[in-house]
């Protein structure tokens, strides 16, 4: 954790909104970005984010620096995602698409066809996501999409490295094999 995170964070424990806010601008797009692949619905995850954003205001007092602030943080994040879910009756629906507001840059501009088979990868990819159990496909989210480190993972979910390991490999065996049930060439296409 950087030493402006602790000092934001000291300030933000002394009832410092400005700082709270330095804080939250800094991580509130990855943020959303957890919870919308964990929803699957852009608007839910504005206000899952939204929640869980006030959910750490409030809480804050109660950070004991033992993990960093970003793993706390997602950790609130994917807790609210949860309670979300179970509170409106939804099904989980994990998204791997990015929902930024960047324009494609010239190069995917200039080639339609190469655009068009990324997104029908990335829709294949997302269905067998979505066949995993809920444990193994956040595990290969976290990993493989949002880019978490291993201890990362362990301290946002809760559970030890060994279990985070073992999951992460199960479930991109069952990934792939989801994979090839769908499309036996998908391995061919992905390189």
């Not at 698409?97 to 997302?126: F, G």
Request: proline share 2%.
């Amino acid at each position: 954790m950087s030493e402006m995170d602790i000092f934001l964070i000291k300030k933000c424990v002394d009832g410092d909104f400005k700082s709270f806010e330095q804080l939250i601008v800094k991580y509130e797009k990855n943020a959303f970005a957890i919870a919308l692949r964990y929803l699957g619905n852009y608007d839910d995850a504005l206000d899952v984010t939204q929640e869980a954003l006030i959910k750490v205001y409030k809480n804050i007092k109660n950070f004991r620096f033992e993990s960093s602030f970003t793993t706390w943080l997602y950790r609130i994040v994917i807790n609210t995602s949860k309670d979300f879910l179970k509170k409106n009756n939804k099904e989980k629906i994990i998204s791997i698409e990015d929902h930024s507001i960047d324009l494609p840059d010239d190069r995917e501009r200039e080639n339609p066809v190469k655009n068009a088979e990324n997104k029908e990868l990335k829709l294949i990819v997302e269905e067998a996501l979505m066949a995993l159990n809920e444990e193994n496909r956040i595990v290969v989210l976290l990993k493989d999409i949002q880019g978490f480190t291993y201890d990362e993972i362990s301290d946002v979910l809760q559970i030890p490295i060994g279990t985070v390991r073992s999951r992460i490999s199960r479930g991109r065996a069952m990934l792939k094999n989801e994979l090839m049930k769908q499309n036996p060439d998908i391995l061919n296409l992905i390189g």
